[in-house]
């Protein structure tokens, strides 16, 4: 049996004595379209800088690809998109295909013009996500939705195996926000790339997601793509209980 993409094991994580993160088990397979749920304060943020490397676990262990974060020396099979870093680009000199083509630094070099093969992965990479006809735009001049599919664009220039996105609707309306999901999921069917979104909104990934990783206070449970359905629905008739701690109450009895 294949190994999982990203593998979480018994992993624990405190700030000066704080426990934020609890015993922690989760992994994602390969093509697999996976949310990783949570408010602020309820340690996805910390979970995300572990599977990034820039933490370390205080127990048990976390591997992407196989691999421990901290020693992948090169992150070219895995794409990653940072939470609002579209806003770093308003008034920024350079076009959507200079944008893209720059994550392929380590295979052109610092100092050198790209060839053709780098040429023609910049244009899948902007066709992959409907951007092609604005190659030439400055990224400053396009919406942030626009940004937002540059910025993916970007990271799937290389060709990863693995993406994983931080907030991608942050800053985003709900038409384009529901595009994105869309795309994500064209990408994850067709393209076969396995995904790990982390987002606070069970709304909107609801209907594109295999499944869910909840957290709240530190913990986690796992939610089907029905079982997601249905707290959904419950949400609806209840709305007093919202938050996901709810959940976590309901599966614990």
Known sequence: ????????????????QNLVIDDINFEVNRGEFVAL?????????????????????LTGFVRLMG?????????SNIGYVAQNRAAAYT???ATVEEIVQAHLYEQIGRF?????KAKAKVKHALEMVDMQEYSKRLIGELSGGQQQRVLLAR?????????LLDEPTTGVDAKNAQAHFELL??????????????????????????????MEGGTMVCLEHEQMESELAHRHRHPDRRSIDAIITRKDR
């Open 1 to 16: 049996m294949e190994a999982p993409l990203i593998e979480v094991k018994n992993v624990s994580f405190a700030y000066n």
């Open 37 to 57: 749920l949570g408010s602020n304060g309820s340690g996805k943020s910390t979970m995300l800088k572990l599977l990034l490397g820039e933490l370390e676990p």
């Open 67 to 75: 691999m421990e974060p901290g020693k992948i020396r090169s992150w």
């Open 91 to 93: 008034g920024f000199p």
């Open 112 to 116: 050198r013009l790209p060839g053709l």
């Open 155 to 163: 990271a799937l220039v290389n060709e990863p195996e693995l993406v």
């Open 185 to 214: 999921r064209r990408l994850n069917q067709d393209e076969g790339m396995t995904i790990l979104v982390v987002t606070h909104d069970m709304a909107k990934a609801a209907d594109y997601v295999n499944r869910s990783y909840c």
